[in-house]
């Protein structure tokens, strides 16, 4: 007979309470890119197997995901796949470049470029309903964050055909056709809805909507040609239960029209103190919003900048810590492992002031 062991609920852990507002002991900390590069042991078993392959095999999903959780004992793991994967299993000709990231074959330009998007099927992507249910079992009560692309960081990548610093390509696609930019950004929030949906069915207890480069839109434009897109996004997998988080870099203008969309949290950049962040997203919980190069510094400086934001974190109903953007691939693993023992007493403490 199975042994029986009581196993923790993750839909209870002090990361899904946070998000969700409610009391806890201490902040918790998880960080964005945890998995990746600056961890010697996934060099080791990424090693000659192409990025997007290793997102198919749920044992490496497993294995990879799992890396950080066992070095830094953070509160979160976040399934390793990539933004471009469910594009990838619709039939868009794309690969993911070493030292460049997603590249597109056929860039989109005009309405009939969008055949290929076709709505993703839970059959398209059976790896991931393995790997997450795998991934479950194995964090015994850790719970595991899904993630999917925004509609304006998907697009980007499609209409550029990579990686862009101005998304020059895809603003003048979104300003001189319209018709063609809303039929875009439907497909793509329909192909991100269905993407969280298997995540969620799966197991995971939370999902993470990566809209990285929103920020490079001014309000109006974010307000019109984006938000309706993230906000039925995040409408339809609001029904599934699971705490919803809203993320992108260079959003300080923005966080109010994000917090808008419906997510229960809103990821804050390192650009914007964390007190101006929770006044603008109006009663939303946060995460965020330590700079990544910060780690790279003494550790008195990290001390101090992590003391405060606790500090400020305090004022909003929920604070999940983060850095602001992703782990950079030179960081010492070792210090996020220190930052993580930090975050959990310090805020401890700060709770008994
Ligand atoms: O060969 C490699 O190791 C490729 C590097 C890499 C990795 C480790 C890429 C290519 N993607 C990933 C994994 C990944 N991507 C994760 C899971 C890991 C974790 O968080 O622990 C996640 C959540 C993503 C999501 C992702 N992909 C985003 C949103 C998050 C963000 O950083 O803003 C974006 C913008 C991408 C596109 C992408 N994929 C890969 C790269 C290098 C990029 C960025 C390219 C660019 O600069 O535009």
Not at 92 to 111: N, S, T, W, Y
Request: proline share 8%; aromatic share 6%.
């Amino acid at each position: 007979m199975a042994e029986h062991q009581a196993v923790a609920d993750p839909g209870d852990s002090v990361f899904v309470r946070a998000c969700r507002g409610q009391p806890v002991p201490y902040t918790p900390v998880w960080f964005m890119r945890q998995a990746g590069r600056s961890l010697p042991e996934y060099r080791s078993v990424r090693a000659g197997i192409p990025m997007l392959e290793s997102c198919t095999r749920p044992d490496l999903v497993t294995e990879i995901t799992l890396q950080p959780v066992r070095r830094y004992g953070v509160d979160a793991a976040i399934l390793f796949s990539d933004i471009m994967v469910p594009l990838k299993a619709v039939g868009v000709d794309l690969d993911i470049k070493p030292g460049v990231g997603p590249v597109v074959a056929q860039p989109i330009r005009e309405m009939a470029d969008l055949a290929p998007l076709r709505p993703l099927e839970p059959g398209d992507v059976p790896y991931i309903t393995e790997a997450v249910g795998e991934l479950v079992r194995a964090l015994r009560g850790t719970p595991l964050i899904g993630f999917a692309g925004g509609p304006f960081t998907l697009a980007s990548y499609l209409v550029e055909g990579g990686p862009s610093r101005d998304h020059a390509t895809t603003k003048a696609l979104m300003y001189g056709a319209p018709d063609v930019w809303h039929a875009l950004l439907s497909r793509l929030a329909r192909i991100s809805a269905a993407f969280l949906r298997v995540q969620v069915e799966a197991g995971a207890s939370a999902v993470q909507l990566f809209d990285s480069w929103a920020g490079a839109l001014a309000p109006a434009d974010y307000e019109r040609f984006v938000l309706p897109y993230s906000r039925a996004v995040l409408e339809e997998v609001g029904e599934l239960g699971v705490p919803r988080i809203h993320f992108g870099v260079g959003t300080g203008e923005l966080l109010g029209l994000m917090a808008e969309a419906g997510a229960e949290v809103v990821g804050v950049d390192w650009r914007v103190p964390l007190d101006a962040a929770i006044t603008r997203v109006r009663g939303r919980a946060v995460q965020g919003n330590l700079d990544p190069a910060l780690v790279l510094a003494p550790w008195e400086a990290v001390a101090e900048r992590v003391r405060a934001i606790l500090a400020m974190g305090r004022h909003a109903p929920g604070h999940v810590f983060n850095l602001g953007h992703g782990v950079l691939p030179q960081t010492d693993p070792d210090v996020l492992a220190r930052l993580v023992d930090f975050v959990h007493a310090e805020s401890a403490r700060q709770r008994t002031e």
